[in-house]
């Protein structure tokens, strides 16, 4: 019927009060944010890769094959359903019946035994290098053939598990699941299937998969059924990590910012510890005495909240944790900042050499490869900046100076590091693991982010861009971001069926300098007598 509540997979691991808005019949008209750019350039890149995989499938799986996204889009589900029960062996694009609130397609069914299993194409890494990873080849991507791979483990993605139990269930409801209790994904590299076991107690509280989904779905059926027959709301707003690239954030904005809501300062479970205790907005924790109140919270956090509270009611971006402030400094340094195009590859390496003379100009280097990723010319690039880099390293060392080396949040930076060096291992000039592995280990190698955790309360976040035009430092281009640079990317290699354009490679360059530059900019504003004109924690 019309108002039925049908949910996809999605809605297991979506806020509640998004569930509730995307149902309420009053929320229709309201206006949304506009889907940010990358998000809408990774769900393009998703679609080609599935089309492209599909492709690959119908090659090497025909003739026991059919292509359900062939049939007009009403007609479908009874296709699969059809094909199913004829016992075909593979269903590209299947689209199972809506049921039980439940709507859904699935990407590949493969038969096993008198039943199906749901199998998933995904544009992300799904295993690490290790052991022990279940896998089947493309040509036959069922269990029967599937074999321990020694080279592989598997990489840890709930959304695409949770997605599996919700495709099963469906599955269940038709009396055409396998027995099996198995789901497969083929990843972002394309090269195989990896299958994982629904049923293993491997979730919080000895859960499966499938139990985990079942108790994840009830919830949001309720959530969503209340919203759309006007029942009492289910879940209130409340600002969490996802608020950022939702499209419902401007609505509960409005009303965070009405109430001045506590999650305002503290996302997260440590909103949801506040609330219990009484804690409802900010003025409520600015005012809170953090010796003086039991939370679930520990002291030294509590206090911490506090300070935030007190320092977003001042519209203050960053307040001293110290009164000295401190940050490791050497002879000779260089700023690091890598770009990469989601989980293809790096295809940049910048850096920005400043301090004593090592006999090179001082500035701004790029080491890129303007082919499309994934290319063995990545090999080439990384490969280049490595020898520019341990050469600075080795110099400095000759002349009896220091040197250290900075980034801005290592996470990303230490990945493509060791993935660049297992990747092209043996390639012209490319380290060893173990060489890359004992850098980033040393204290030569700084992650300024974490310099700026341990000196600075942040109100508004901690990224670069809010840091940086603290210390003084602004962008160039008025719409850099790392999601804007993969669009630009696109079109800097000709992703996009056009020729690669020199203006939007010349554009990531002046990005990634300034980047950079940022990071440099914030290190000597840290180290400067400037800093002392940022309020410290005891003036609050």
Avoid at 87 to 114: C, F, Y
Avoid at 319 to 338: G, I, N
Avoid at 508 to 525: G, H, K, Q, S
């Amino acid at each position: 019927m019309e108002d039925e509540v049908l949910l996809d997979a999605g809605v297991v691991t979506r806020c509640r009060r998004r569930v509730h808005l995307e149902h309420d019949p009053a929320m229709r008209d309201a206006p949304r944010a506009p889907l940010d750019l990358g998000i809408e350039q990774r769900i393009a890149d998703a679609t080609a890769h599935r089309a492209d995989v599909a492709r690959v499938l119908g090659e090497l799986l025909a003739p026991d094959w059919i292509d359900v996204l062939a049939a007009d889009v009403d007609d479908r589900v009874e296709v699969t359903l059809a094909a199913m029960r004829a016992g075909v062996g593979h269903l590209s694009g299947a689209h199972l019946p809506p049921v039980d609130g439940k709507r859904g397609s699935a990407e590949l069914l493969v038969r096993d035994g008198a039943g199906y299993l749901p199998v998933l194409v995904v544009r992300h890494k799904i295993s690490d290098p290790g052991m022990g990873a279940r896998l089947s080849p493309l040509e036959r991507p069922v269990p029967a053939a599937s074999y321990v791979d020694q080279r592989r483990k598997v990489r840890a993605q709930p959304r695409d598990l949770l997605r599996l139990a919700h495709l099963t269930r469906m599955l269940d409801a038709v009396g055409m699941s396998s027995s099996a209790g198995l789901g497969g994904v083929i990843g972002v590299d394309g090269d195989a299937v990896l299958w994982h076991d629904l049923t293993l107690p491997n979730w919080p509280g000895g859960r499966s998969a499938l139990d985990e989904y079942d108790a994840r779905f009830a919830d949001r059926f309720a959530v969503a059924t209340a919203a759309a027959t006007g029942d009492e709301p289910q879940a209130q707003p409340s600002r969490v990590n996802e608020c950022k690239g939702c499209p419902w954030w401007p609505v509960c904005e409005r009303e965070l910012t009405a109430d001045r809501d506590v999650s305002l300062v503290v996302r997260g479970e440590d909103a949801v510890a506040l609330r219990e205790v009484g804690v409802r907005t900010v003025d409520d924790l600015a005012g809170l005495d953090p010796l003086a109140v039991e939370t679930p919270l520990a002291a030294p956090r509590l206090a911490d909240l506090v300070l935030l509270a007190k320092a977003w009611r001042l519209e203050l971006p960053l307040v001293r944790r110290v009164r000295s402030v401190s940050v490791p400094r050497a002879d000779v340094e260089v700023d690091v900042d890598m770009e990469s195009y989601a989980d293809a590859g790096a295809y940049l390496w910048g850096s920005w050499l400043s301090g004593a003379d090592v006999g090179q100009e001082p500035g701004y280097r790029a080491f890129a490869s303007w082919e499309p990723l994934p290319d063995d010319d990545e090999a080439r690039s990384f490969a280049e900046f490595w020898a520019w880099f341990t050469g600075v390293r080795r110099e400095a060392r000759r002349r009896g100076l220091t040197f250290r080396a900075y980034c801005y949040n290592e996470l990303a930076e230490n990945r493509w590091l060791l993935a660049s060096a297992q990747r092209f291992a043996g390639k012209p000039g490319v380290p060893p693991v173990s060489e890359v592995r004992r850098f980033i280990r040393s204290d030569q190698w700084v992650d300024l982010f974490a310099s700026v955790r341990e000196n600075f309360l942040c109100p508004n976040g901690k990224g670069l861009k809010v840091i940086a035009p603290c210390a003084g430092f602004h962008w160039r281009d008025p719409e850099a971001s790392g999601e804007n640079s993969m669009r630009w990317y696109r079109d800097a290699v000709g992703l996009t069926g056009a020729d690669p354009d020199p203006g939007q490679r010349d554009r990531i360059l002046r990005y990634n300098e300034d980047d950079v530059r940022a990071t440099w900019t914030i290190r000597r504003w840290m180290t400067s007598e400037a800093v002392h004109d940022i309020p410290f924690a005891a003036e609050l």
